[in-house]
């Protein structure tokens, strides 16, 4: 069975990109795959810094890493802040993607040769595009493989209707991303 890890890139409490997260997760399950959803709010990570890093790892970044590693894929509902990725997605990714004691770099096990399937919900008419644009070079970089769809949804503030996604292209969309990254991933070898 394909494990997928399912987080969005924002921690507020009314999250657009949490409903949209939650939307896939479900489709997901019912597709056959095992997702486990967290909250990067829960992690509670400082920003990356080397100096902390020498002190040793926060642990909460080991627990992140160590739910990255157990996973195939991933569902990320990124943010998109003033045409880029969010903060806290970007410095979960950077705690993830060191190296721990006797790894050489690239230390990559969280990212290597999984898949990621991403969505954005964004109140501007781009829809989060820029966001995902520099969020699919970040997990190039790191060896993750987005898969070639994504899911947009522009005007989120009106796009949903309580925690029902109402814009038509996103909901013909969605199932279609979330299908193809449980193929993706099958075919790279689920660890189950």
Do not use: C
């Not at 109140?123 to 070639?148: C, S």
């Amino acid at each position: 069975m394909v494990r997928l890890l399912a987080f969005a890139g924002s921690t507020r409490a009314d999250s657009y990109n949490q409903r949209l997260l939650d939307i896939a997760a479900a489709h997901a399950r019912g597709a056959g795959a095992e997702v486990t959803a967290i909250r990067l709010k829960d992690f509670d990570l400082p920003l990356f810094d080397e100096d902390l890093e020498a002190r040793g790892f926060p642990p909460k970044a080991d627990e992140l890493r160590s739910l990255l590693i157990a996973h195939d894929g991933f569902l990320i509902a990124s943010p998109e802040y003033n045409g880029g990725v969010s903060g806290v997605l970007k410095n979960a990714i950077d705690w993830a993607s060191r190296p721990r004691a006797g790894e050489a770099l690239p230390a990559l096990a969280a990212f290597r040769g999984k898949v990621a399937g991403l969505m954005a919900a964004t109140i501007t008419p781009y829809g989060g595009l820029r966001g995902i644009l520099q969020l699919r070079a970040i997990l190039g970089t790191i060896q993750t493989v987005a898969a070639t769809q994504n899911v947009l949804v522009p005007f989120a503030d009106k796009a949903f209707e309580g925690a029902e996604l109402r814009d038509p292209m996103a909901k013909q969309m969605l199932p279609t991303l979330v299908d193809r990254v449980i193929q993706m991933a099958g075919a790279l070898g689920p660890k189950s």
